[in-house]
Structures are given as C-alpha cells and as structure tokens.
C-alpha cells in the first residue's frame, strides 16, 4: 500500500505530501495540483488540500524570510557595522 510508505493517514499529510502539493499548487490552480496527484501518485486529494498545503508553505517561507531581513536590518545598524561604510 502506497499511503503507509508516504506516512499518510486519513485526512493528514506528510511532510513529503505537503512538499509535493506546496510544488504542484505554486505552480497552477490547486485543482490542477490535486489532478496532478493522482496521476503521479495514484491517489486522491481534494484541491482543498493542495490550497492548505500550499499557503501553509507559503506562510513558512514569509516568516523565515522576515526574520533574516530583520536580522540583516539591524546588523547594518550596529557600531562595529558603521565602520565599514
């Protein structure tokens, strides 16, 4: 069985599963990611879930981005970093 070897339960998602369905759902419609699914793994997931995974991903990436902008804001801002400019 397919879903035991992806750590996939009933209506949960594995890392792996939310990678691919992040990938699938940044690059066309969420109902295409879910089409996309089944035809390369074999199994069902309603667009719903590609949408979840997607924005959750999404959300990641803005936080950690955000905190390495701050963390580079206030670097430039420190004594020891005036003296480089």
């Not at 998602?13 to 940044?26: E, H, M, N, Q, T």
């Not at 719903?48 to 936080?63: I, N």
Request: with cysteine; hydrophobic share 40%; proline share 6%.
């Amino acid at each position: 069985m397919f879903a035991p070897r992806i750590a996939v339960s009933n209506r949960g998602r594995s890392k792996p599963l939310d990678r691919v369905l992040s990938d699938f759902g940044a690059e066309q419609s969420f109902a295409k990611a879910a089409q996309q699914c089944k035809e390369h793994y074999g199994f069902e997931i309603p667009p719903s879930a590609a949408r979840a995974a997607t924005l959750e991903q999404a959300e990641r990436a803005r936080l950690k981005l955000e905190a390495q902008y701050t963390r580079n804001l206030f670097a430039c801002c420190r004594p020891e970093a005036a003296s480089m400019w």
